[in-house]
Nanobody, 124 residues
Framework: QVQLVESGGGSVQAGGSLRISCAASGYTYNLYCMGWFRQAPGKERERVATAYPRDGTTYYGDSVQGRFTISQDNTKNTLYLEMNSLKPEDSAMYYC?????????????????WGQGTQVIVSA
């Protein structure tokens, strides 16, 4: 089992920056992918960014490409999402997720473990 705990959400003005964190515990060895999803009220949960620890590659959704950066600190078992040039449309609950076995990491139904979420609000 893997436990994920997000932190660092909050309120920020448009154009500002925020970094959210996801602390992982339990059997975190050799996870296939870890990533961030977000869900705004009335909308479906969408994939934001994914990291693939085995080969170091990353993926970003089109809406955040060039503004967000996903990273990991393996010494702390922590996943980060650095968010810059924030826009009001980035406002959402942000969830950390992880997948054990190789496969698709692009849909929330494919992920094995989830955190409880951290709220990000971007005001105009």
């Amino acid at each position: 089992q893997v436990q994920l705990v997000e932190s660092g959400g909050g309120s920020v003005q448009a154009g500002g920056s925020l970094r959210i964190s996801c602390a992982a515990s339990g059997y975190t060895y050799n996870l296939y992918c870890m990533g961030w999803f977000r869900q705004a009220p009335g909308k479906e949960r969408e994939r934001v960014a994914t990291a693939y620890p085995r080969d170091g590659t990353t993926y970003y959704g089109d809406s955040v490409q060039g503004r967000f950066t996903i990273s990991q600190d393996n010494t702390k078992n922590t996943l980060y999402l650095e968010m810059n040039s924030l826009k009001p449309e980035d406002s959402a609950m942000y969830y950390c997720a992880a997948k054990r076995a190789a496969g698709f990491c692009d849909e929330d139904r494919a992920m094995d473990y989830w955190g409880q979420g951290t709220q990000v609000i971007v005001s105009a």
